[in-house]
């Protein structure tokens, strides 16, 4: 069991973790921004599905590997590369109007699947859990996977107090771009180019 000054110090960094401009809250803001509260939503519980497969990876092991390989990190680096130059595409041919506004991008659980995938094709997100968790694991505080798992828990939740947070007030901005076409092109216009330039920033990524 993680002792609890522990859990208490990674708790608050991962809340500042979360806080910090990245891909995954930059996307939030865009969905959230362009079709509303309950995309943000569903877009933040797919990044933190994403988290706990990245946790229970370097509790196996798995990371380590990624971060060894060269290959196995470029093929993760150019598929989330390959997607997010997919969801700009998206964005930018995305419809306008009052129907188009009012309806979320796809399916719930599309929308979800992208937060997901978003999350999962990042591999610094994994690389970054295996050099970030091992700081607040103690041998004496039991078996290193049990409290890597602990770790990722915590850092899920906060992710979505702090995500769900920005899902909800850049919906009450988008409100706003709703009522009108031109402001939901420009954002379209805008969510396309934030995610060329996410793109761009993963394909420069080193390990």
């Known amino acids: 069991m993680l002792p609890l000054d522990t859990a208490l110090s990674f708790f608050a960094l991962s809340v500042l973790l979360g806080l910090s401009p990245g891909p ?3 996307f939030v ?4 921004a362009a079709h509303g509260r309950r995309a943000g939503w569903l877009v933040t519980l797919g990044l933190c599905t994403g988290l706990l497969a990245h946790t229970a990876a370097v509790a196996l092991g798995l990371a380590a590997v990624l971060a060894a390989s060269p290959l196995a990190f470029t093929a993760l680096k150019l598929a989330g590369a390959a997607y997010l130059i997919y969801l700009a595409w998206g964005a930018w041919r995305a419809p306008v109007g009052p129907l188009a506004a009012r309806a979320v991008p796809a399916s719930a659980w599309r929308t979800y699947a992208r937060g997901v995938v978003m999350n999962l ?3 610094k997100v994994g690389i970054f859990f295996l050099a970030f968790m091992p700081q ?3 041998p004496e505080a039991g078996p290193v996977a049990q409290q890597v798992v602990q770790l990722g828990a915590l850092f899920v939740l906060a992710t979505l107090l702090v995500f769900g ?4 007030f850049a919906a009450l901005v988008g409100g706003w771009f709703q009522r009108s ?3 939901q092109r420009g954002l379209n216009r805008a969510a396309a180019a934030v995610f060329v330039g ?3 920033r993963l394909l420069w990524a080193e390990r």
Not at 29 to 32: D, G, I, V
Not at 165 to 168: L, Q, V
């Open 165 to 168: 947070g920005f899902a909800w």
């Open 29 to 32: 803001l865009m969905q959230s």
């Open 121 to 123: 094709s990042n591999p």
């Open 198 to 200: 996410l793109a761009a």
């Open 181 to 183: 076409p031109a402001a």
């Open 24 to 26: 995954d809250n930059v």
């Open 136 to 138: 607040f694991v103690t």
